[in-house]
């Protein structure tokens, strides 16, 4: 339901929403309002799963194309793939590059998958880093993914990576199927 109402904004967050008429409220004095009419506020969406591809495969999406089109679907916050970039998301650099690139394009607020590959699974500095440096967690693949650059990881990579993951408090998310060694080419 639609509703009259007005939404309570101190030091740049949300403290209250209020429904009812705005002229029947007491407003200290320098209290800034903002009148919007009839216009909707209504929440953002967070899609935590966007492939922009940004650097290197910007033919197939990249940021500003698609942080404009979740931006005119009511979409606030995108957290983007790390393997369809290239190159992938796996280090830190590259992190910092997409960052540099969103910075300038990105229509939305957004996040960043970091990738777990065989490169960086036993490797708890440079897990740590992706994290410091800003990326929300981790992907990775236990079948092939499809992309050069972005190897799967074994049992034995995430059995590595796991106990740093843990500490770290981030999610790993996984594409948990399994393919035999002979339709797993290396």
């Not at 940021?63 to 998301?89: E, F, R, Y």
């Not at 036993?122 to 897990?127: C, I, S």
Request: aromatic share 6%; proline share 6%; hydrophobic share 40%.
């Amino acid at each position: 339901a639609i509703v009259s109402g007005y939404v309570h904004i101190k030091d740049g967050k949300i403290v209250k929403v209020h429904t009812g008429e705005l002229d029947k409220v007491d407003f200290k004095r320098d209290t800034e309002v903002i009148n919007y009419g009839k216009q909707v506020i209504s929440p953002g969406v967070m899609d935590v799963h966007v492939h922009f591809n940004e650097p290197g495969r910007t033919d197939w999406e990249g940021i500003t194309k698609g942080s404009t089109a979740a931006a005119a679907g009511g979409i606030t916050t995108v957290i983007d793939m790390p393997l369809n970039s290239h190159p992938c998301t796996t280090n830190v650099k590259l992190l910092q590059q997409k960052m540099s690139i969103a910075t300038n394009k990105a229509k939305v607020e957004m996040g960043f998958w970091a990738g777990l590959v065989p490169q960086n699974s036993a490797k708890p500095p440079v897990l740590t880093e992706l994290i410091n440096k800003g990326a929300v967690g981790f992907k990775a693949f236990m079948s092939p993914s499809g992309i050069r650059d972005f190897p799967n990881v074994s049992v034995s990579d995430i059995e590595r990576a796991i106990p740093v993951i843990n500490e770290l408090g981030v999610p790993l998310m996984l594409h948990a199927e399994v393919v035999s060694e002979e339709f797993n080419p290396k």
